[in-house]
């Protein structure tokens, strides 16, 4: 029975396709203009039709979730796609990959991880996730391991799995789970507060601030629809409820998540589940990224899935792409429109310009885990491990 409603539920989420289109021109003033027919994220269900001009755009930003190196093929599919973003690395700002880099969290597979990463030649802002905590094994073995090797990457000491950094001078914030529950995370007071401190100073004047996590919100992006019959995956619900009130305080903010599998999902999810993986929730705007490594399980599920994240002055466009085969999956394409103009600090001219990141604090002091609330929900433990 479990089984005949999972297939029934994956053919629906398969079937959450909507045709979108894709133009490109030129304007009488000589710009290149984009026509997009969007999935419009606003609320409701309906399409956007619109020009964008590409001497408007303020940032882009590709993103790739979930590699899981280590799982049967993962490697060579995720080698592809570093390849084909660093072949365009002269017109993007910046890759952003919000965890599970690895399947199990062992030594081989993190330094197979970053061989495969160092093939793209600006620094990929990183953030761990369960699987790179070894899931459903010991996070006390996992969890130096990871962290060692994401120093090394990003120059960085410390032994907090949380950092921030940027991008042309926009704020990204890197939250880490401090639990130890393999399907859901919680992160301490002094993270929180070292979130609420950082989305402050970033947020001024209207900037973008990008929060990276592996975790969705709770009840965010179909999170409880994403694994049939024992749903969800998240951040627990109090953490999330944190997390977006201290977010919702401003304009401009944007979540990106992985963990899901979610694969890319549109106009029929949004009608029948109300779940989509780009959505706003008190004004942040929440993006969940597919698995690049595996396989997803809704909607466009293949592998080497991501997206292209393109800040405009007005609005944000995110596009589907399948990054190992180069195809732009135009089926796929959001369109977020923006409340308040954008303003980029620290605009340079040129491509990739993120800065070395700044370690979570001072002090190198063991981490302090003290989860935001003891008893939370208390069914996560039962959710299967993404
Ligand atoms: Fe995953």
């Given at each position: 029975m479990k089984k005949i409603l999972c297939a029934i539920l994956v053919l629906i989420m398969t079937l959450s396709v909507f045709v979108c289109c894709l133009s490109i021109g030129t304007s009488a003033d000589g710009n290149i203009t984009k026509s997009f027919s969007a999935m419009l994220?606003?609320?409701?269900?309906g399409m956007s039709q619109i020009d964008v001009d590409?001497?408007?755009?303020l940032l882009t930003v590709d993103i790739i979730s979930d590699?899981?190196?280590?799982?049967?093929?993962?490697s060579g599919v995720v080698r592809s796609c570093i390849q084909r973003i660093e072949s365009e690395?002269?017109?993007?700002d910046a890759l952003i990959i919000p965890g599970?880099?690895?399947?199990?969290?062992?030594e081989p597979e993190f330094a197979e991880f970053y061989n495969i990463l160092n093939t793209y030649s600006g620094s990929a802002i990183v953030a761990n996730g369960n699987h790179d905590y070894g899931s459903f094994s010991s996070t006390d073995i996992h969890r130096p391991i990871a962290l060692k090797y994401r120093n090394q990457y990003k120059g960085i000491s410390s032994d907090k799995n949380y950092y921030s950094t940027d991008i042309k001078g926009c704020k990204v914030i890197v939250l880490g789970d401090e639990g130890n529950k393999p399907n859901s995370g919680t992160i301490s007071r002094e993270q929180l507060d070292y979130l609420r401190s950082e989305v402050a100073e970033g947020a001024k004047d209207g900037a973008p601030v990008f929060v990276i996590a592996h975790w969705p919100l709770r009840?965010?992006?179909g999170e409880r629809f994403?694994?049939?019959?024992i749903p969800g995956g998240a951040f627990s619900k109090n953490t999330s409820d944190e997390i977006l009130s201290i977010l919702s305080a401003y304009p401009n903010v944007f979540y990106i998540s992985g963990?899901?599998?979610?694969?890319?999902?549109?106009r029929l999810t949004r009608t029948i589940?109300?779940?989509?993986?780009v959505e706003k929730h008190n004004g942040v705007t929440c993006i969940n990224a597919p698995s690049c490594g595996k396989s997803n399980h809704?909607?466009?599920?293949?592998?080497g899935t991501g997206m292209r994240m393109s800040v405009y002055k007005d609005r944000v466009i995110i596009e589907g792409r399948n990054y190992e085969s180069g195809e732009?999956?135009?089926?796929y394409v959001y369109d977020v429109p923006l409340s308040v103009e954008p303003v980029i600090?620290?605009?340079?001219?040129?491509?990739a310009t993120e800065t070395d990141p700044v370690p979570a604090t001072s002090s190198d002091a063991d981490v302090s885990v003290s989860p935001?609330?003891?008893?939370?929900?208390?069914?996560?433990?039962l959710r299967p491990a993404a």
């Open positions: 994220i606003d609320g409701g269900t590409e001497s408007q755009k590699t899981h190196i280590g799982a049967s093929g993962a690395r002269g017109s993007i599970d880099l690895t399947n199990g969290g062992d009840n965010t992006n994403s694994w049939p019959i963990h899901l599998h979610a694969g890319l999902n549109g589940l109300n779940a989509c993986c809704m909607g466009y599920f293949g592998k732009w999956l135009t089926r600090p620290g605009e340079l001219p040129g491509p935001v609330t003891p008893t939370d929900t208390g069914y996560e433990d």
